[in-house]
Structures are given as structure tokens and as C-alpha cells.
């Protein structure tokens, strides 16, 4: 479900509509659920690996890129979304060679304007890597052979490469044909460490390196300096706090300390690696100045979890706007009966530097959903603005934020 804020003089206007994808309109004819999920396994289904196109909803991320907005997931095909009425309109103008490629959730935009994205098949062991040029049209694509390739969530580029970092998870292959869902499937396997593979974007030569053992999902930011790749990224020890997400669904959630900030180093001329933490907070969903994608940067937008956050309550309850030479941080905590969800950040134009964070949030006694404004230079002092709905939405994912003028 992808759902729309517009924010204009007189107010805010929401509107939620489900994306039409095959999986969407089978089971709506059917009356039931026919395909299992990314966490959940349907009797009788088909298994996911068999089908994993129809089991695409289309719900972790949506994306604008050449005038076109895309709905995206991690294992399927893109579908392209009208950004006035959510309709869905079919596949993106450019194709891609290998239809239904795996096209992830994550793509990123180079300075030059074109996107760069991967797809991870874990049966075959591919890791498939996308090029669109600015204008829209598919111009290069490779698979790399990636021995017990992790499943990957997110990456990042530089102004060179593509950095992959492979969290020490692998995908028990028989399980998943067996039937079980994609999460069932994965298995901690430490023994792998933490693999980094550095793409060259332009022969998609490969360097490997390794890190200690742990999981990631989401990346920061990466850029080059001098003789080694830095990049940042929200590190959790072990799957722990994956695991108990899931018991949400049984109503029997613990909380496990999630990721927190780290910074990992590799040197492009012998692959040795090291990291260190930057922010010992539970964090994640960094967001950063599309500008600074795949260059040094100073500022980062993260959602935290506070130490004294209930253990049977799930998800973040503040704000933070953290900088990472400093360590300084601007905080706003919501309070422990909300679950703050992805805040973005906002300029005033495409070359000014963010000015505001905007974002929702649940609250839970009020079982309202709330969008919030933020000034990042007094962040901690509240929002500057919010619009409360008078009904809660479902927990969401990823969005951007468009200028009315692009839409």
C-alpha cells in the first residue's frame, strides 16, 4: 500500500491506495491469501522460489527517477505508480534484460543521474548489477557469481564503485523450496564474517575484503579517500533483533538490541578491513542529503530507540540528527507509547543543503497516525508542524519526498 501526503497552504491531504501487482489482484479475486510472503509461509502455496514474481507486493519502497515513480521490492520487477492518483500503470518504460529480474528496494542515483541498483538470486548464487542512464534507458547489466551470496537489503555507491556489504546470513536452499517463507529460510552463518565486495562500475571487476561477523540492513552513505572505501552503515552483532521482530506476530515481542552506526574502512590495494562504532545508540533508517550520496559527508537523519523503551514494546520512539565527525546529535523523543517510523529529509531547493526532516508516526493510545515537520536546527524543541489523522495506517517502510513542482 502506498500511501500519499500532499502539504500545501490549506493543509494536509492523505490518500493510500494498494499497488495493483499480479500478486494484489490474484488473491483479491481468490479471497484469500495464495502466495506466501517475504516472513510468512501460506499453506499450500506454491513455494517462493518457484513463484517469486507473483509473490511480489511491491511494498518496501517507492522511488522517482526519469519522471517515472516506482514501487519496489526486494526480489521482483518494478512497478510504476501515478504520483497524483496511485494508480498503477504497468512496468517502467526502460527493461530490463533479464525479466522478472530481482530489483531491489534501494536503488541509488549517481551525480551524473543515473540509477544503479543489484537483485540478489539466492538459488543460483547471482548477485545481478543495474545500470539506468539518466534518460531512462537500460544500459548495462552484469551478474556476479557470488558463492552462498547473503541476502542483501541495501548498498551503496562512490563515485567509482558499488559497495556490497553481505551480512553473515545465508539462504538454507532446501527449506525454501521445501516451502518455507524467504525468512525462514535464512540462517546466522558467522562463519562467513561480514564479506565486502567492491564493484568497479566500469568493468565490474570485483575486490573482496572481510569484516567480524554481523548483519546488516540498511546503509548510510560510502565515498572514496585516498587508497580505501569508507563506508557507514547501521551494525547489529548477530540476527537477534530480527528474530524478535517476528514474535510481534505471536504477541510475544522482547526486544534485542537492533544496529547501531559503524564505520568500515577497506583498503583497495591489499582488501584489509576494520570498522568502529560511530553512535552507540539503537538506531536505524539513516537518511542522508541526496547530494552527499557517494561523497564524504557531516549529517545524518536516523530514528533511535531509547535504553528505557518498555521490552515488550517494538519498534523506535525518537528522532535524531547526528553528526558524524562530531558525534554531536539533535534528539526529539515522541515518548515511549509512539513508534516513529522513516523521517526524510527536505531542502528548500535541489542544490540547498536539508533545512527540515519530515516523517510519521503511530500513536498508539491516540491509534492515530501523525505526520511531523521538523526545523533540524531546533529539532529537539519539537515539530514546527504536524497534521493528526483521525485513523491509524499501517506501519510503513521507505518514501521520498517530491517538490510539488515535480509532480
Known amino acids: 500500500m502506498v500511501q500519499r501526503f500532499t502539504l500545501t497552504e490549506q493543509g494536509v491531504t492523505h490518500h493510500g491506495r494498494c499497488v495493483a501487482t499480479a500478486k494484489y489482484l490474484a488473491e483479491e479475486a481468490a479471497g484469500r491469501m495464495l502466495f506466501s510472503g517475504f516472513g510468512t509461509a501460506i499453506d499450500q502455496a506454491p513455494p517462493t522460489a518457484e513463484r517469486i514474481e507473483a509473490s511480489n507486493p511491491a511494498n518496501i519502497n517507492i522511488v522517482r527517477f526519469a519522471d517515472e515513480y516506482l514501487a519496489l521490492w526486494e526480489a521482483g520487477a518494478p512497478y510504476r505508480i501515478d504520483p497524483r492518483t496511485l494508480e498503477t500503470l504497468g512496468a517502467p518504460s526502460w527493461p530490463l534484460d533479464r525479466p522478472p529480474a530481482p530489483f531491489s528496494a534501494h536503488p541509488k542515483v549517481a551525480r551524473d543521474g543515473a540509477l544503479w541498483n543489484f537483485g540478489v538470486d539466492p538459488l543460483n548464487d547471482v548477485l545481478h548489477v543495474y545500470r539506468i542512464g539518466a534518460d531512462g534507458k537500460s544500459a548495462w547489466t552484469h551478474a556476479l557469481h557470488v558463492d552462498q551470496v547473503a541476502p542483501i537489503h541495501d548498498f551503496a555507491i562512490t563515485e567509482r564503485h558499488l559497495v556490497f556489504l553481505l551480512p553473515s546470513i545465508t539462504c538454507n536452499k532446501s527449506r525454501l523450496m521445501a516451502g518455507a517463507s524467504f525468512a525462514e529460510s535464512c540462517q546466522w552463518s558467522p562463519q562467513f564474517g561480514m564479506r565486502v565486495l567492491i564493484v568497479s562500475q566500469s568493468d565490474a571487476s570485483v575486490r573482496e575484503s572481510q569484516l567480524p561477523a554481523g548483519c546488516v540492513f540498511h546503509v548510510a552513505n560510502a565515498w572514496e579517500a585516498r587508497d580505501e572505501i569508507v563506508v557507514d552503515y547501521m551494525r547489529s552483532a548477530n540476527p537477534s533483533s530480527l528474530l524478535a521482530g517476528w514474535s510481534v506476530m505471536a504477541g510475544e515481542y522482547r526486544h534485542a538490541r537492533g544496529a547501531a552506526l559503524t564505520r568500515a574502512r577497506v583498503a583497495l590495494s591489499n582488501g584489509s578491513g ?87 508516526a503511530l500513536d498508539a493510545c491516540a491509534r492515530q497516525t501523525v505526520l511531523s515537520v521538523f526545523d533540524l536546527s531546533t529539532l529537539e524543541a519539537g515539530p514546527i508542524a504536524q497534521a493528526r489523522l483521525p485513523y491509524a495506517l499501517p506501519l510503513g517502510l521507505h518514501g521520498t519526498f517530491v517538490p510539488s513542482a515535480f509532480v
Open 274 to 360: 576494520s570498522q568502529a562504532q560511530l553512535i552507540d545508540h539503537d538506531a536505524e533508517f539513516p537518511c542522508i542529503h541526496v547530494a552527499d550520496t557517494g561523497c564524504e559527508y557531516q549529517h545524518l537523519l536516523c530514528i533511535e530507540r531509547t535504553p528505557d523503551r518498555a521490552a515488550n514494546v517494538p519498534g523506535y520512539d525518537q528522532l535524531a540528527y547526528v553528526d558524524t565527525r562530531s558525534g554531536g546529535r539533535r534528539v526529539y523523543h515522541f515518548g515511549g507509547d509512539w513508534l516513529v517510523e522513516e523521517h526524510l529529509l527536505v531542502t528548500a531547493s535541489e542544490s540547498s543543503a536539508p533545512r527540515w526532516a519530515i516523517g510519521t
